[in-house]
């Protein structure tokens, strides 16, 4: 029987870990903190609200009495929680990248801290294939140099080179895994995949970024819990673990793949100014993860199908997050002057 701790489990990878633990590893109880930022949402973790394994603080992880209370009797940790968005951590004002560092960095730190207070017996480092930069060919290895080139993935880095530091220095079982762009449900959307989706369905403009030639790797949501799950249970202290869908495509391909799910136009796509700093391609080496037995279990183009389903089917959750205030304000900020200027793809 363990007792975790999940940070940021109100975001959208964290409760759908809760929902995945919760199912697979019954025994288990989970503690969950979260500062309930725009990003996090108690809605999101309904469907275990009553569960009587499941318990929510609302809390800061750079807030270490808050931290100290939400650890209590955990045996680990898995820290998803942080600030997410690259496009915010690009937003120009102290405000928006300060954020990154502060959670994704010196958040790690008072996490790390309070574990090794503990002797926590695992704790599990959620970071991202953002943190190798631009892949310009082939596929990242986890002994790869790390080149992050936004505040966002830099701030990510940080916080695994701090946690790294605690196996080194203090013996710490640590695990960090880096995972590629994941979809599923409970995607806040601002995020490519449920921001196209939802405006798709109000016929808005979808606005892509330069050329539309990026390349990610999709991952679906649950294959990346269960990732997660496997490396903190089976993986080498010190050791990092690549998660990647194995499913490259451009943001050109996933957009035309939503269009064509929900039966919209082409001319829905706009083509506005890009991301500053835009990485083009990433692209993950999984051999490391495969050896401890993981392998993605769903197929892309099912998921996607279901992923475009989930939010055809639940306005009654997207709906009010995109006519909140802070969203329509973030969402004029970001593409308003943009898509003025914008063209048809
Ligand atoms: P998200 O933005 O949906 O959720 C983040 C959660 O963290 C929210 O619930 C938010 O309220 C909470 N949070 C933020 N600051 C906090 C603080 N100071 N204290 C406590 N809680 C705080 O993000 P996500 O997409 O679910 O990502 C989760 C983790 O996975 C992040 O660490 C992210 O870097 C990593 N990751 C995400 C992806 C992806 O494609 N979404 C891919 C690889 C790795
Ligand atoms: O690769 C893992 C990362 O994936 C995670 O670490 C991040 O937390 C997560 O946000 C995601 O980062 P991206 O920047 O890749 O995701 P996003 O959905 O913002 O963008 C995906 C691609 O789509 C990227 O090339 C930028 C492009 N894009 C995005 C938005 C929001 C557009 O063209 N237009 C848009 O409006």
Redesign the pocket.
Known sequence: MEKILVTGGAGFIGSNFVRVVLRERPEWQVTVIDKLTYAGRLENLAEVQDDSRFRFVQGDICDAKAVAQAMEDCTMVFNFA?E????RSLMGDPEHAGAFVQTDVYGVYVLLEEAKRRGIKRFLQVS???VYGHVPEGYSLETDPLEPRSP??AS?AGGELIARSYFVSHDMPIITTR????FGPYQYP????P??VTNALDDLAL????D?L?C?DWLFVEDHCRGILLAAEKGEPGEAYNVGGGNERN?REITQTILRLLDKPESLIRRIAD?PG??RR?ALNCDKIKALGWQPSHDFEVNMAATVKWYREHEAWWRPLKSDAEYQQYYQRN?QERLKESAAA
């Open positions: 942080a997410s968005h690259v496009d991202t294939d953002e966002y993935s990510k995972g590629s762009n994941t601002e995020k490519l995949l921001l196209f606005p892509m970024y330069g539309g990026q990610r943001n991301r835009h990485d990433y593409y």
